[in-house]
């Protein structure tokens, strides 16, 4: 006997390929319950018939065989509501939160503070890559444009070249940098 795929909560809703007048597992899709669960609703309970390995969920009162539904996503809920002097928006079903707090020198504003906790929510500011800063020193110069033994500076994953001038290409590593270059580098440790 294979465990049931669903569980109580999970969010559920009709196959495609199911239509109004099938008959699945013994049970009869009527086109009232085809309509409603085109949409995604919440399994209340399970139930499982041993004699022939059947499972059932309770779905918006319905009685449905598994082998009907497929998952659907939650449908999507935020909250807004007021913590101290922060006004926070939650989406319910991925867990994220927008936070407003209040500059103690302002009066406190509760529409003010939902549309920043909302903006923020649904725009959150793009997270800045990160890149490599610090001092390398040139162990092997190839003949290409840096100097054996000498310091360069990498600052913000731009790479300076014996002219000052620093590479357009931005690295993440020092691994990044010797890919790049015929001139090998190690990082200075002071």
């Known amino acids: 006997m294979s465990k049931p795929k669903f569980k109580v909560g999970d969010f559920v809703k009709l196959k495609k390929n199911v239509k109004p007048g099938d008959y699945i597992d013994g049970y009869a899709i ?10 995604s609703r919440q399994i209340e309970a399970i139930t499982h018939f041993t004699g022939k390995g059947i499972y059932v969920a309770t779905v918006n009162d319905w009685y449905v065989p598994f082998n009907s539904l497929e998952f659907a ?11 101290g002097a922060e006004v ?21 504003d509760f529409n003010i503070g939902a549309k920043l906790a909302f903006e ?20 092997d110069d190839s003949g290409k444009g840096h100097i054996k ?13 014996e002219n000052s001038f620093p590479t357009l290409t931005k690295f993440h590593s020092l691994e990044e940098i ?13």
């Open 30 to 39: 009527l086109t009232s319950m085809y309509e409603d669960l085109q949409k």
């Open 73 to 83: 996503t939650a449908p999507e809920k935020i909250i807004i509501y007021r913590n």
């Open 88 to 108: 926070v928006a939650k989406n319910t079903a991925t867990g994220k939160t927008g936070v407003a707090k209040c500059n103690p020198a302002d009066e406190f």
């Open 120 to 139: 923020r929510l649904t725009n959150p500011e793009p997270v800045k890559p990160k890149y490599y800063s610090g001092k390398v020193v040139c162990i």
């Open 149 to 161: 033994g000498k310091i360069y500076r990498v600052i913000d994953g731009s790479l300076e070249f």
């Open 178 to 190: 010797n890919k790049l270059f015929d001139s090998q580098f190690i990082e200075l440790v002071e």
